[in-house]
């Protein structure tokens, strides 16, 4: 499965972000999908994720101010970023896996990442 994420860029406090990721490949299997990022200078981090059925889960740090979901038809999944802060500022990884949830064991595939820069 090939992972390509897309739609970071440069926004201020308090913007809005539409990030989105297209899976490619073995589609046909019922993966998880989940968003990560990595901070400079943080370890790599959860932030959202949805399972083939559609259940989501947050981090608490963005529960609230995000909304991630799919097309299981397009093989896409979106992550919906609001209110964003400084704090938010990472490259942010589309990840596809068994288990929907904030362990990166259960993710088996990644993007390249996708950077968000949140200015004050």
């Known amino acids: 499965v090939q992972l390509q994420a897309s739609g970071g860029g440069l926004v201020r406090a308090g913007g809005s972000l539409r990030l989105s990721c297209a899976a490619s490949?073995?589609?046909?299997?019922?993966?998880?999908m989940g968003w990560f990022r990595k901070a400079p200078g943080k370890e790599r981090e959860f932030v959202a994720g949805?399972?083939?059925?559609?259940?989501?889960v947050y981090a608490d740090s963005m529960r609230g101010r995000s909304t991630i979901s799919r097309d299981n038809a397009k093989n896409t999944v979106n992550l919906q970023m609001n209110s964003l802060k400084p704090g938010d500022t990472a490259v942010y990884y589309c990840?596809?896996?068994?288990?929907?949830?904030?362990?990166?064991?259960?993710?088996?595939?990644w993007g390249k990442g996708t950077l968000v820069t949140v200015s004050s």
């Open positions: 949805i399972s083939w059925s559609g259940i989501t």
């Open positions: 990840a596809a896996g068994r288990v929907v949830g904030s362990s990166e064991d259960g993710m088996d595939y």
């Open positions: 490949g073995r589609t046909s299997n019922r993966y998880a």
